[in-house]
């Protein structure tokens, strides 16, 4: 099984639905992370959470909001989804401590389009 | 300067061949650098971290100046299978725990 998932895989949705995006962690990991990736823009952080109490916006959080449900569940929702927010969004996690403890390991993606 | 900035490519390279990415960086604080490598439409993984000392994987070869916020990324002997988007990352403005990420250079080895 996967270590970092994401659900749903794609989602098609209409201008103004709310939509929530969940990622699931089996790693034991500590901090979360989502960021979103456009075409030519490269991957920008959108949230970010070093535990269940602590929550950081990153560098395009206008528009979305998260949900730190426990250590090992992180989501995403898009209170009302506008067409831009059309994009490939990926969770991150990475361990506290470690060799590698700046290595992100990422799920397999939310493909999401909002007509 | 761009936080994370990369040559835009496309690479188009037979295989075999030699090929290298430049990327720069303006943070001079940063501490941890990376190359992550991405399949088209997959998330992306690491390849490398990149070592001040310089540090070598197979046929991958990372460097890194801190004088002049630098890094680089060779491939010798090019694969099919190299065909992929090259990501440089380095830990951003908010400390060791978020990354910035480069747009990407995309890599095409031909046989």
């Known amino acids: 099984d996967a270590d970092v998932t994401q659900t749903p895989r794609n989602r098609i949705t209409k201008t103004g639905k709310r939509i929530m995006l969940e990622c699931s962690q089996t790693?034991?990991?500590?901090?979360m992370y989502w960021y979103r990736q456009d075409p030519g823009l490269g991957l920008r952080l959108i949230y970010y959470?070093?535990?269940?109490?602590?929550?950081n916006k990153g560098e395009i959080s206008d528009g979305y909001s998260v949900s730190r449900q426990a250590q090992a569940k992180f989501s995403l929702s898009l209170e009302s989804a506008i067409p831009n927010q059309t994009a490939l969004y990926f969770c991150a996690t990475i361990p506290r401590w470690g060799q590698n403890y700046n290595e992100q390991f990422f799920g397999p993606g939310t493909r999401l389009t909002v007509l | 300067r761009k936080e994370v900035e990369q040559d835009p490519g496309p690479f188009n390279v037979p295989e075999g061949a030699t090929v290298a990415f430049n990327c720069t960086y303006s943070?001079?604080?940063?501490?941890?650098f990376f190359w992550y490598r991405q399949d088209c439409r997959k998330e992306p993984k690491l390849l490398m971290s990149v070592y001040s000392s310089g540090n070598e994987d197979g046929r991958f070869t990372a460097q890194l100046n801190r004088a002049s916020q630098y890094i680089s990324l060779l491939i010798r002997d090019s694969k099919l299978s190299d065909s992929a988007t090259y990501l440089c990352?380095?830990?951003?403005?908010?400390?060791?725990?978020?990354?910035?990420f480069g747009k990407g250079t995309m890599l095409l080895v031909s046989p």
């Open positions: 790693k034991g990991h500590d901090r």
């Open positions: 990352v380095v830990n951003g403005k908010s400390g060791y725990s978020t990354l910035t």
């Open positions: 943070n001079s604080a940063s501490q941890s």
């Open positions: 959470s070093f535990d269940v109490k602590d929550i």
